[in-house]
């Protein structure tokens, strides 16, 4: 059972994916829906009104407990910025969950370019000969990966060649992209794999 953070943002998306996976999820707005969870998706949206809606629905210190007791998490986008534990270029009130420690710029390539789509090899999960199509909306990079913190995957060319857009440490996985908006959904299947190898359930 997979929860979807659904107080803001791209949860449709998610849930399609996780049922062309035949993964079971449920909708997670209050504290009392994570009973239960094997782990949770972060969708992407508006990061900040995310962080607001958390703190405001009491959502905020049980997640920070749930990831830090080891919930396996898979954040996009917007949910990235909310899982890592440093975020530039934003709201100075703006929350972090800490779950993942990297530093992501929001809005990275909007010096470049606003939105594109990119084919990405991703370590483990799309190889060079059958790569994953990727959506960037309005999306965050990475411009520090901490220790123990795999990259999964970089933008291959283009002005932002070499931008680090997916990563992994232990049961937390991020992406700068949207890889359930362009009906690929093997990012899901390894997210949920990984669930499945973790054993976690929420209490
Ligand atoms: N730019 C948004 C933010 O900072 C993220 C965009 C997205 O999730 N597509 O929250």
């Not at 979807?4 to 035949?22: I, K, M, S, T």
């Not at 909007?110 to 483990?124: C, H, M």
């Not at 309005?138 to 002005?159: C, F, K, N, Q």
């Amino acid at each position: 059972m997979i929860g979807v953070l659904a107080v803001q943002g791209g949860v449709r998306e998610h849930e399609r994916a996780l049922d062309v996976c035949g993964v079971e999820h449920r909708q997670i707005r209050r504290p009392g829906q994570l009973a239960g969870i094997n782990g949770l998706i972060l969708p992407g949206g508006e990061s900040t009104t995310i962080s607001r809606l958390l703190d405001l629905g009491g959502l905020l210190q049980p997640l920070r407990q749930a990831l830090a007791d080891g919930m396996p998490a898979f954040g996009t986008c917007a949910g990235m910025i909310l899982l890592a534990t440093e975020v530039l270029d934003t709201r100075a009130d703006a929350h972090q969950l800490g779950a993942i420690d990297i530093t992501v710029r929001r809005n990275a390539f909007g010096r470049q370019v606003d939105s594109f789509e990119a084919d990405l090899e991703v370590a483990g999960v799309a190889e060079a000969h059958a790569p994953m199509p990727a959506a960037f909306i309005r999306a965050p990079w990475v411009e520090r990966v901490g220790e123990g913190v795999e990259t999964l995957a970089t933008v291959p060319d283009g002005p932002a060649a070499g931008a680090v857009v997916a990563v992994r440490q232990g049961t937390v996985l991020a992406t700068s992209f949207h890889p359930e908006v362009t009906g690929d959904t093997r990012l899901h299947s390894y997210f949920a794999a990984l669930v499945g190898d973790t054993g976690y359930t929420h209490p």
